[in-house]
């Protein structure tokens, strides 16, 4: 395995320092560090942060490799600077068994660019009416602990209750797309003023908002963990910092997408901008900027999802709901966070690594970069000029980023997952 040493990197934007990764771990960190044999890379001026921690990937493998593979979407995250990702359910079949868990997690073993976890169906079929395998998954070889019907809400009460309880036998969480379904029949675009101009039907915040309120209170009566998936709107806000401040164990994410992007951008019909939960008002992007400054939304995760030209270049209404993500998740931060002064390298490295590890459970990520610590990191390049966004040149296999034609500030340099280089100079080494 080869050996590297990392010279002058700012270490989550402290000061510069030299890191020496040997045999899958960091050796050794510090000033003037000499590593005969190691290769050199010289960091100045790159910011080494924590390999980051998805816990929302799109992966579509199996079922539907038109638009995604594992091996192309493990690409695409280390590109992004992603160490490990958790690889949702709903492909086809549903990852609602021990055997399709495994089968997803030996794919992304065999691609080997980042950790792939795969997220276990909490319903059988996402049917929303009968708990799937929930303890085979966390006994396979995937050690399932993270599971969601996502893009379905579970919006049964009782079993949500009864998956809440389930999971704490073995440390579990479930992870909720909040949607009340009958408030979201037909809905296109987020319920208000643009969407009424534009005459679409209306999505409305509380569709979300109830049912994350429900949720707090069942994890709230039965002492469970409930994660709380893309929070859109500053009303779920409000009542995650309410749960929280009562001791609640709720967590939450919030996707770049909804830190950067408003409603109007629909104006012209563009659903490369069609996304669930869809894109809100400039009130509620600020409330979910503080809302992850402030840590009441614990952190980013992508929501990758992507989709075949012929599923998104087509009329609005006809069109799927999704945006590709992550590639471009570490400079939209960058953009929305950093740039405005609402966090700097090292609540970065906080809300995009060691708070995603540590909500899904994953050993061996989202660590501090200390001596001994496994070496998953990434080098991240603040000072590169802004490029804009171009999906021709993404690894992702579809092409539905909003952000395309956006310049955005910094570049991935370079990530390594246990000491591995997966990228380098802003390329996959294989
Ligand atoms: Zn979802």
């Known amino acids: 395995m080869t050996e590297w040493l990392i010279k002058g990197a700012s270490v989550a934007g402290g000061e510069p320092a030299d890191i020496h990764l040997r045999d899958g771990v960091i050796a050794a960190i510090g000033q ?40 192309t979407g493990t690409r695409a995250a280390a590109l992004g600077g992603y160490t490990a990702v958790h690889a949702m359910a709903n492909t086809e079949p549903v990852a609602d068994t021990a055997g399709v868990v495994e089968q997803v997690w030996r794919l992304g073993e065999q691609a080997g660019y980042v950790d792939v976890r795969p997220v276990g169906a909490v319903t059988v079929g996402l049917n ?26 579970v919006a049964d009460p009782l079993l949500m209750r009864r998956a809440l309880e389930y999971v704490k036998a073995f440390d579990g969480v479930i992870a909720q797309h909040p949607q009340e379904p009958r408030l979201t029949e037909g809905a296109q675009l987020n319920e208000g003023e643009t969407a009424s101009r534009l005459g679409l039907a209306g999505w409305p915040a509380a569709a979300e908002e109830a049912i994350i309120a429900r949720d707090c209170l069942l994890a709230a009566h039965v002492d469970a963990s409930l994660h709380v998936c893309h929070v859109s709107t500053a009303g779920s806000v409000e009542i995650i910092r309410w749960a929280k401040g009562r001791g609640v164990a709720v967590t939450a994410e919030v996707t770049p997408h ?89 609540g970065v490295a ?28 990434t080098l991240y390049d603040p000072a590169a000029a802004a490029t804009r966004v171009d999906p021709a040149t993404h690894a992702s296999k579809s092409r539905n980023s ?29």
Not at 35 to 63: C, F, K, M, N, Q
Not at 320 to 328: I, R
Not at 404 to 419: E, K, W, Y
Request: hydrophobic fraction near 45%.
């Open 32 to 71: 003037d560090l000499d590593a005969p044999g190691a290769s050199v890379l010289d960091a100045a001026g790159l910011i080494a942060l924590p390999g980051l921690v998805d816990l929302h990937t799109h992966l579509r493998e199996p079922g539907r490799e038109d638009a995604e593979t594992v091996e």
């Open 128 to 153: 929303g009416k009968q708990l799937a395998e929930l303890g085979a998954m966390a006994d396979s070889a995937a050690r399932v602990r993270v599971f969601s019907d996502d893009g379905l809400c």
């Open 258 to 346: 909804h830190l950067l992007l408003t409603d109007d951008l629909a104006e012209n019909y563009d659903p490369v901008f069609k996304v669930n939960p869809p894109l809100r008002t400039r009130a509620d992007v600020d409330a979910l900027r503080q809302a992850l400054a402030d840590g009441t939304i614990d952190c980013v995760a992508t929501d990758h999802a992507p989709h075949p030209v012929e599923a998104k270049e087509t009329e609005w209404a006809a069109a799927a709901n999704g945006m590709t993500g992550l590639e471009t998740a570490l400079r939209v931060v960058h953009k929305a966070m950093v740039e405005t002064g609402l966090l700097d390298w090292a």
């Open 350 to 377: 906080d809300r995009m690594s060691a708070r995603p590890a540590a909500i899904g459970r994953v050993p061996g990520h989202g660590q501090p970069l200390t001596k001994g610590a496994p070496a998953n990191l």
């Open 402 to 430: 909003p952000f395309a034609g956006m310049a955005l500030p910094g570049r991935v340099h370079a990530t390594f997952l246990r000491g591995t280089a997966t990228v380098l100079d802003g390329k996959v080494t294989r």
